[in-house]
Structures are given as structure tokens and as C-alpha cells.
């Protein structure tokens, strides 16, 4: 750490540079933590600074981790400082976060990427390398070449599709990238195809974000299935690594014996030569040679043994195979149970909505009988009350005949009468005239709610048809509920009926009175003939007539409303009741989408497994192979046969 901040001082002082207070106080706590790790986030670099950091930079530093985030380097800056970092060889971690890095800082760091052969991390987060696609292709072309980082942060550097692909490209040639985060981009639908091409040739991702970049979830999920399907990869080169370090370990160590046991027979043999040559006895000849063949079958012996291990190893290893083998089957097992219980409750499901639609499909044929009983009704009720009004008119007219003929017969006997009763006849059919323009408004104004009403039950129809077809699509657990809300339907149905029946009961009340009105009418007449003895009291009569008929008319003004009311209430169970159906068609919709796109995901894994342990088996049987080989070329190529060929 002293060595740096001298260096950084010394090349200071040489450039005629004036060091930044800020840099040296950083430096200074450094060399009073001994800290690998030098952090200048946050302190704003001029250029002539960044120039004497790069020279300083170009030798071994000491210092394994370097942050400038948020150094706000220029486009020079950064390019003269990343250029000082080609040649490093301590730097392992580089951050460079929210320096706003364009063309110039994207083409530099492909430089460097090509270049530099120790830079493990690589932070970019919150620059702008994606906006120009030439430079950050440059940067993908150095990526391409690179062969020792393993972690990349691309978040927030408004990568595009192209860009994408451009990074796509370079992943396919990559091999060592094992973290790559790209969140909060705008790679879109085509960068996220690019991006799973090109992690179905590469092998080395294992963790890799993708969110917040408008991608579809289906691409995310087999995103994820690839990296996941990488990580179980590295996991088993990691346990086949191991074990061939272990393999390789105990050829060594036989090895190693092997070559002193040699050693020492060879030291043996010689000790036994120069025993030969100083006693020159025959004995001592034949006793070295049974020795020397003594231990050339204990080395005949430990090679026996050796090869046993080795057989013994190679069966071990062949039964860990058969193991993981039928381990695999068994996952393939379950799996195809899994598939064939989930395709068994699609059928279910099926034929659970076909009975729901069939269902549906009688409720909607009750409720069309019930609007044309009411439609009926209605039109009935309109005819008798038209029946009823003319009755009343011809009678009316037929009283005003008399009464002038007899007007007529009489006019000298009764002329103050008659024009007293001129008088009161004009004041009631003015109240009658009255009347009726009353009942024409109110006519037009139930005619102008029936044929609102009438435009809402074509509205209504037209729903339910339309929701008809997204009925096939309901949830498997709603179907209860369901249930109980069509016979809460029927309820109301029957509810209706009654109503209808009450209507029927009504139109009966409305004929006994409009007979009772025709009695009174015949009375009407009867008064007439006897009018010269009750003309006093006949204007009492009248207006008691005209009162009574008053309250009849506001009765049936009544039950219309009160008719009008129920309709409402039967328009809002409708409108609740297709709500309800919308809700549950939709939920099902979901369910059903999710149990595809599961079912998909299962055979995508089965399939991958299935590949995979393909891929592991002849992994084993070419390792099997090579070591076996091995083993026979050393066998035939060590000191022992050399020795023994001499002897045969």
C-alpha cells in the first residue's frame, strides 16, 4: 500500500500534476488498514489523475479489489485509466458503477476484456453502454475473447434487442461467465429469444437476471430452466473432477511405490553383482538369481494386486452408475406418473365443463320461456286495457247521445235545467279530457320503459351469448358454489312465476272492474231516464264517479311501477350472476394455462435429464476407456518391463 501512494505521489510530481487531497486520503487509510481493496466511489477523478492512476496501475499494485463508482470520469478518463489496467496482473475485482460510460468507455473495456488475463468481477451497472451498438459490439468481441471472468453486473446500461444479440453472439463463444446480470434493460421479446439460443450452446452460465426487460414469462421460465440445467451440470464436472483428482492422486502414489520398489531391487541386484564378483562362488550365484527371481515374483504379486484395485475400483465405480442409472429411471418414473395424473384431471376438468355448459344451457332455455310468459303477459294486459278504454269511450259517447236527445225533447219544459246541466257537462269533460291526456302520458311513458326494457334483455341476451362460450373454461373448485348460485337462479325463477300468477290475478281484478264499470254504466243510463227527479243529485254522482275512476287509474299506475321495480331487480341478479360467470371463467382460464405451461416444463426437464445422463454415461465410459488405457500404457512403458524383456 506505501509503495502505491509513492508511486502515485512521485508520478504526481514528475507529470506536474497536483494530487487530488481526496485520492491521497484514501490511499493513506489504506496503508493504515493493510486493505486490499481500493474504494474511490464517490470522488470526482479528473483526467490528469486518472493518467497518473493508469501508470501506477501498469505495475503490481497490491491491491486485488478497485472501486470507482461513482467517479463521474469522463470519456478520456476513463479510456487513459482502463488503459493502464491492460497489463495488470493483481486486479481481480473492478467496479466501475455510475460513471455514465458511452462509446468510448464501451470500446476500452472490450479492450481490456481481451487483454487482461486476471479480472475475475466486472460491475457496469447505471452507465450507458447499450446506446451506441457499434462500441458495446466492440465490447461483446472483447467479452467473446475473454477466458478468466466469471461475474459481469450489465444492470441499467439500456442494452437494446441488438445489443442483445450482439451479447448473445459473444455468450456463444464464452466459457467462462458464470454470473451475468442484466436487469433493467430494454432487451424486449426478440433480445430474450437471442439470449435462449444462445444459452442452449453455452454451458458455463449458472446465474443469469433478466428482470425488468419486457420479456415474456414463458422465455424467463426457460431461462431460468437452462441456467438451472447449467448449474446441475457444473455441480457434476465439480464431482467428476474430484473424483479424477482422487484417481489421479492414487496412480501417482502407485506410481510412486512402484518406482522405489524398482529402486530398491535395482540397488539389490547391484549389491548382489559386486557380492558375485568378490566371492566368484557358484553358490552365491545361484542364491542371488533365486533371490533376484524371488523378487521378481513379488513384484509379479504386487502387480496382481495393484490390477485387482483397479478392478475392484472400476466395479465400484460401475455399480455407482447402475446406481444413479436406476435413480434416474425412478425420477422418469414419477415424472410419467405425474404427466398421466395431471392429463387424467385435464379430462376430468373437460368433462366437468361440457356438464356445466349443458347446465347452462337449460337455465338459459328457462329464462328465455320466462321473458316470453312475460312478454305475453304484457302484451295481454296492454290489450285488455285497450279493450277496456274503447268500452269506456263507446259508453261514454253513447250516455252524451241520450242525454242531448233527451236535451232536445225537453228544451222548452226545462230550459233553465238544460243549461244548468250544459254547465256541469262542460266542467266534466273537462275534467275527463283532463284525465285522459293524463293517461296518454302515462301510456307513453310505460310504452317508453317496455321498450327500454325490451332493448335490455336484447343487451342482455347478447352478454350471455357471448359469456356462453367462455363458460367451458370454469375452475374445478368454483363448480359448488356455482351450483348453489343457479339454484338460488331457479329460486328467483320461481319467484318470477309467482309474480306472473300475480299479474294473471291482477288482469282478473282489472275485468271484474271493468264489469263493474259496466254496470254502472247501465245505472248511468237509468239515472238518464229518471234525470228530471235527481238533478240535484246527480252532479254528486258524477263527481264521485270521476274520483273513483281517479283511484282506479293511480292503482294501476301502482302496479306498474311495482312491476317496473321487479323488473330492475331481476336486470341486477343477471348483471351479478354474469359478473360471477366472467370471474370464474377468467380464474379458469389461469388454471388452465398454469397446468400447461407445468405440464410443458416437465417434459422440457425429462427431456434434459434424459440427455444429461446420456451425456454423464458416455462422460464414464470414455473416462473408463482413458484410464484403462492409461494404466496399460504404463504398465507396458515402465523401468519393470524394460527390465524384463532383456530376460526373455
Request: proline content about 1%; overall charge negative.
Amino acid at each position: 500500500m506505501e509503495d502505491f501512494r509513492q508511486a502515485y505521489l512521485r508520478l504526481c510530481k514528475e507529470g506536474g500534476v497536483e494530487p487530488q487531497e481526496s485520492v491521497v486520503a484514501q490511499l493513506q487509510e489504506n496503508r493504515a488498514t493493510q486493505s486490499s481493496r481500493l474504494d474511490l466511489s464517490g470522488h470526482s477523478l479528473s483526467v490528469d489523475t486518472c493518467s497518473v492512476l493508469a501508470t501506477a496501475f501498469q505495475n503490481d499494485t497490491g491491491f486485488t479489489e478497485v472501486v470507482l463508482s461513482d467517479c463521474m470520469l469522463s470519456e478520456e478518463g476513463a479510456k487513459v485509466l482502463l488503459t493502464g489496467l491492460f497489463g495488470n496482473t493483481t486486479v481481480k475485482v473492478l467496479d466501475l458503477k455510475g460513471n455514465n460510460l458511452r462509446s468510448t468507455g464501451a470500446e476500452v473495456l472490450g479492450k481490456l476484456l481481451a487483454r487482461n488475463k486476471t479480472l475475475h468481477r466486472l460491475v457496469l451497472e447505471w452507465n450507458a453502454l447499450g446506446v451506441w451498438d457499434e462500441a458495446f459490439s466492440l465490447f461483446c468481441d472483447g467479452l467473446a475473447s475473454n477466458s478468466v471472468l466469471t461475474q459481469l453486473d450489465l444492470r441499467n446500461n439500456q442494452i437494446n434487442h441488438n445489443g442483445a444479440s450482439e451479447l448473445a453472439l459473444a455468450l456463444k463463444r464464452n466459457t467462462t461467465v458464470q454470473v451475468l446480470d442484466l436487469r433493467w434493460n430494454n432487451i424486449g421479446l426478440l433480445g430474450g429469444r437471442t439470449l435462449l439460443e444462445a444459452l442452449q450452446k453455452n454451458h458455463s452460465i449458472v446465474q443469469l437476471e433478466m428482470a425488468g426487460n419486457n420479456i415474456p414469462s414463458d422465455t424467463l421460465r426457460a431461462l431460468e430452466q437452462i441456467t438451472g440445467h447449467n448449474s446441475d451440470r457444473q455441480s457434476t464436472l465439480r464431482e467428476s473432477r474430484s473424483r479424477t483428482q482422487v484417481l489421479s492422486k492414487e496412480i501417482q502414489t502407485l506410481k510412486e511405490e512402484k518406482s522405489r520398489q524398482f529402486l530398491s531391487l535395482m540397488s539389490t541386484i547391484d549389491r548382489q553383482r559386486e557380492e558375485m564378483g568378490r566371492s566368484n562362488g557358484l553358490q552365491m550365484t545361484e542364491a542371488a538369481l533365486a533371490l533376484s527371481e524371488q523378487k521378481n515374483h513379488n513384484m509379479a504379486e504386487l502387480l496382481t494386486r495393484v490390477k485387482a484395485e483397479k478392478e475392484e475400483q472400476r466395479e465400484r465405480q460401475s455399480r455407482e452408475r447402475k446406481k444413479e442409472q436406476e435413480d434416474s429411471a425412478h425420477r422418469e418414473g414419477k415424472l410419467l406418473r405425474e404427466i398421466q395424473n395431471l392429463t387424467e384431471t385435464n379430462a376430468q376438468l373437460v368433462n366437468k365443463v361440457e356438464e356445466k355448459e349443458r347446465r347452462c344451457k337449460s337455465q338459459q332455455q328457462q329464462i328465455f320461456e320466462l321473458k316470453q310468459e312475460l312478454t305475453n303477459s304484457t302484451a295481454e294486459l296492454k290489450l285488455q286495457l285497450t279493450q277496456a278504454e274503447d268500452r269506456l269511450e263507446i259508453e261514454k259517447r253513447r250516455s252524451k247521445q241520450a242525454l242531448q236527445d233527451m236535451d232536445s225533447l225537453r228544451q222548452k219544459e226545462v230550459e233553465h235545467v238544460n243549461r244548468h246541466l250544459e254547465e256541469s257537462e262542460r266542467a266534466l269533460q273537462e275534467r275527463v279530457f283532463k284525465l285522459e291526456g293524463q293517461r296518454i302520458q302515462l301510456e307513453e311513458e310505460l310504452s317508453k320503459a317496455k321498450a327500454a326494457c325490451v332493448t335490455e334483455r336484447a343487451q342482455a341476451e347478447e352478454e350471455l351469448g357471448r359469456v356462453r362460450a367462455q363458460v367451458r373454461l370454469e375452475e374445478q373448485e368454483h363448480v359448488s358454489c356455482l351450483e348453489d348460485k343457479l339454484r338460488s337462479v331457479r329460486s328467483d325463477l320461481q319467484e318470477v312465476q309467482l309474480h306472473c300468477s300475480q299479474q294473471k290475478q291482477t288482469i282478473s281484478e282489472l275485468q271484474a272492474k271493468n264489469s263493474q264499470q259496466g254496470s254502472e254504466i247501465s245505472a248511468l243510463r237509468r239515472r238518464t231516464e229518471e234525470l228530471q227527479q235527481e238533478l240535484s243529485s246527480k252532479d254528486q254522482e258524477k263527481v264521485a264517479e270521476v274520483s273513483r275512476v281517479k283511484v282506479e287509474l293511480q292503482e294501476q299506475i301502482g302496479h306498474l311501477q311495482a312491476e317496473r321495480t321487479a323488473q330492475g331487480g331481476l336486470k341486477e341478479k343477471i348483471c351479478a350472476l354474469e359478473r360471477e360467470i366472467k370471474v370464474l371463467s377468467g380464474n379458469h382460464r389461469e388454471v388452465l394455462l398454469d397446468k400447461e405451461s407445468e405440464m410443458a416444463s416437465m417434459l422440457e426437464k425429462l427431456r434434459l435429464k434424459e440427455a444429461e445422463i446420456q451425456r454423464m454415461r458416455e462422460d464414464e465410459a470414455n473416462r473408463a476407456s482413458y484410464l484403462q488405457s492409461a494404466i496399460l500404457t504404463y504398465v507396458q512403458g515402465s523401468p519393470l518391463g524394460h527390465y524384463r524383456s532383456p530376460k526373455k
